[in-house]
């Protein structure tokens, strides 16, 4: 299992039109083969900046099943003009199994 975490940056004034957009795309992702569980999270202290936080399978299930798709291409036109900035993606390993 790999975690994808997803630093978003929202143009401030935009945050609640991103959240309804994200409630809208979200099932782009969620039909993805490979995925385990998926969450949005809001900063508290920064109302701006939004963290996504995936569950996959494997790097591979991430990005062959989901971002190879036309399905990546909906989601990003969905969430995409909310953006202040390119998102930073990274994947993350347990290390403690």
């Not at 900046?49 to 971002?67: K, P, T």
């Amino acid at each position: 299992m790999v975690l994808e975490i997803a630093e978003i940056s929202i143009t401030p004034g935009q945050e609640d039109a991103f959240i309804q957009a994200y409630r809208g795309a979200r099932e782009h992702v969620a039909v993805s083969p490979g995925l385990r569980s998926m969450r949005m999270t809001r900063g508290v202290e920064s109302p701006s900046r939004f963290v996504l936080l995936i569950e996959w399978d494997s790097v591979e299930a991430h990005e062959q099943g989901f971002r190879a798709t036309e399905r990546f291409g909906a989601w990003r036109a969905a969430i995409g003009p909310y953006f202040a900035k390119p998102p930073v993606v990274e994947h993350f390993e347990d290390v403690d199994q």
